[in-house]
């Protein structure tokens, strides 16, 4: 069982910066990708940006150019990076990973508690 810790996020005016940081802990065979998710009231929860193991990484439109995601894999670790921080960017991020099972190719989902970001026009 794979646990995540979330913290970073808060409230910020239009134009700030926050930075989020996940730690991961109790995988056995491997994280393979950890990655961002954020669900603002009301609507879905959709993809801000991932990263694999090998540092592979995929950002949403919406954010490409403001937001950077990185890892530390020694610490098994996901940091995301959020410059030039707009009001629709506000909701609740969620960590996410991806840990591997012993069988090649199959995969588990654990999420984190969620942390807040709001920010302010």
């Known amino acids: 069982q794979v646990q995540l810790v979330e913290s970073g996020g808060g409230l910020v005016q239009a134009g700030g910066s926050l930075r989020l940081s996940c730690a991961a802990s109790g995988s056995r065979f491997g994280i393979a990708a950890m990655g961002w998710y954020r669900q603002a009231p009301g609507k879905q929860r959709d993809l801000v940006a991932r990263?694999?193991?090998?540092?592979?990484?995929s950002l949403a439109d919406s954010v490409k150019g403001r937001f950077t995601i990185s890892r530390d894999n020694a610490k098994n670790t996901v940091y995301l990076q959020m410059n030039n921080l707009k009001p629709e960017d506000t909701a609740v991020y969620y960590c996410?990973?991806?840990?591997?099972?012993?069988?090649?190719?199959?995969?588990?989902?654990?999420w984190g508690q969620g942390t807040q970001v709001t920010v302010s026009s």
């Open positions: 990263i694999t193991s090998s540092g592979s990484t």
């Open positions: 996410n990973a991806k840990d591997r099972d012993y069988a090649p190719g199959v995969y588990y989902d654990f």
